[in-house]
């Protein structure tokens, strides 16, 4: 075992005054300083163009939900926080024969680690990261979002497909569908 000599005080060491008056010194150094500290929750830090908040699902512009559950997203999600159960849009809609439509979708906010494989991987444009970034709760349970509030969170967003609406080639006097933006622009207008 090696022995480690310790170094003898002086007699102003032995009474800390002078580390007392040191910290000082450095606090009153700091105080006519520009301040960093951030008010938060009412001072929001600035968000980037690209920046990948809750994932939420969306309706199109007629209020459908968008999503097919083709559940390539729960397959292709690292942390498997996604959970869909598959289920038939009701009879008597007009496009209740065209696709499915999920009985339940669940994420997980507590798995969710926001890298947006869901969003790139989703054939119908159908889930999409939102900006929101403060999500919390008093349980595990609260933080497991289901399908009715991952709606309420994600809107309606504009289609660029159309296919209920045309079923095929769009005529002539359509309207254009917008162009798919590329995705940094998309997250730069919300
Ligand atoms: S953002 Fe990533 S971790 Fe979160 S639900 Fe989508 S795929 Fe899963
Ligand atoms: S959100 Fe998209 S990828 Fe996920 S099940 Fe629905 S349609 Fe498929």
């Not at 459908?64 to 559940?71: E, L, N, P, T």
């Not at 729960?74 to 598959?86: L, M």
């Not at 994420?107 to 929101?132: H, S």
Request: net charge positive; hydrophobic share 35%.
């Amino acid at each position: 075992m090696m022995k480690v000599a310790r170094p003898e005080l002086s007699f102003w060491e032995r009474t800390n005054i002078p580390q007392i008056l040191k910290g000082m010194w450095l606090t009153i150094r700091h105080i006519p300083k520009r301040k960093f500290t951030r008010q938060y929750p009412e001072e929001k830090p600035p968000l980037y163009g690209d920046y990948r908040g809750a994932p939420t699902l969306v309706r199109d512009p007629e209020g459908r939900v968008k999503c097919v559950a083709c559940q390539l997203c729960e397959f292709v999600c690292p942390p498997k926080a996604i959970r869909i159960t598959p289920g038939f849009r009701d009879e008597g809609r007009p496009d209740a024969d065209v696709e499915k439509e999920p009985q339940e979708f669940e994420i997980d906010m507590l798995r969710c680690i926001y890298c947006g494989f869901c969003e790139e991987v989703c054939p119908e444009e159908a889930i999409f990261l939102q900006r929101d970034f403060a999500i919390a709760g008093y349980s595990r349970e609260e933080l497991k979002f289901n399908k009715q509030k991952l709606l309420e969170l994600g809107g309606v967003r504009e289609d660029s497909i159309w296919k209920w609406k045309y079923k095929g080639a769009p005529p002539p006097d359509a309207p254009a569908a917008p162009a798919r933006e590329p995705r940094i622009q998309a997250l730069a207008r919300r």
